[in-house]
């Protein structure tokens, strides 16, 4: 089965701790990226990929990092500071600027 | 700043209606127009996509019309199912940025039977 996975699907953390959600493609797809959607919310990019090694930020970067050592994944960290890190996580990939991205299944970050 | 929007954060609507759902735009460089359906719980989907220079293309049951003109899009669905509730976002893509897709807020749709 082709798809994109995201881990874990619930997350809890207590304030101050990083911590890093995972996205797995295999698509072959050589960009990923990063959204966050809070309640009632569209969705915010924060990081992109076109390929390997190289990443670009979003719009709200901020408080967040990521890597891009393998075409298949594309980690998210969220670091101390970012000041409201509780939210709805998203990770998809597509082809270089594809209008159908595919979707993960998401992760909730909640921070205690 | 978003430069993709919606007119109405919901719209209700009985099992069997047409639903239209509305987006408005500023970026008169978008190449494409894309939708997008995201169910609870769930990242979004793709649904159907548009061409800048093309004003109507026709999917299974869904319909999208784009008026240049007056920077508008919308997404009809024909015979509205409680399957298709909903949120649905429009997204442009603007290729020669080479910067990723950028969505609107979204509209929530809510089938009744």
């Known amino acids: 089965d082709g798809g994109i996975t995201q881990s874990p699907k619930y997350l809890f953390r207590k304030e101050g701790q990083n911590v890093t959600l995972s996205c797995e493609q295999n698509?072959?797809?050589?960009?990923m990226y990063w959204y966050r959607q809070d309640p009632g919310q569209g969705l915010r990019l924060i990081y992109y990929?076109?390929?390997?090694?190289?990443?670009q930020k979003g719009d709200i970067a901020e408080g967040y990092s990521v890597s891009r050592e393998k075409k298949e994944s594309f980690p998210l960290t969220v670091t101390s500071a970012q000041k409201n890190p509780t939210a709805f996580y998203l990770c998809?990939?597509?082809?270089?600027?594809?209008?159908?991205?595919?979707f993960g299944p998401g992760t909730r970050l909640t921070v205690l | 700043g978003e430069s993709v929007g919606l007119h109405l954060p919901t719209l209700s609507v009985q099992e069997g209606d047409n639903s239209i759902i509305n987006c408005a735009y500023s970026?008169?460089?978008?190449?494409?127009f894309i939708w997008y359906k995201q169910e609870s719980g769930k990242g979004p989907q793709f649904i159907i996509d548009?061409?800048?220079?093309?004003d109507k293309r026709q999917g299974q049951r869904v319909t999208v019309l784009l008026n240049k003109t007056v920077k508008h899009l919308s997404l009809q669905i024909a015979a509205t199912q409680p399957g298709d509730s909903a949120v649905y976002f429009c997204?442009?893509?603007?290729?020669?940025?080479?910067?990723?897709?950028?969505f609107g807020k979204g509209t929530t749709l809510s089938v009744s039977s």
């Open positions: 998809a990939s597509s082809i270089p600027q594809g209008n159908e991205q595919f």
């Open positions: 990929s076109q390929i390997v090694n190289d990443f």
């Open positions: 997204a442009e893509n603007i290729i020669q940025a080479g910067t990723a897709l950028i």
């Open positions: 548009i061409r800048s220079n093309m």
């Open positions: 970026n008169s460089a978008s190449d494409y």
């Open positions: 698509l072959n797809h050589d960009a």
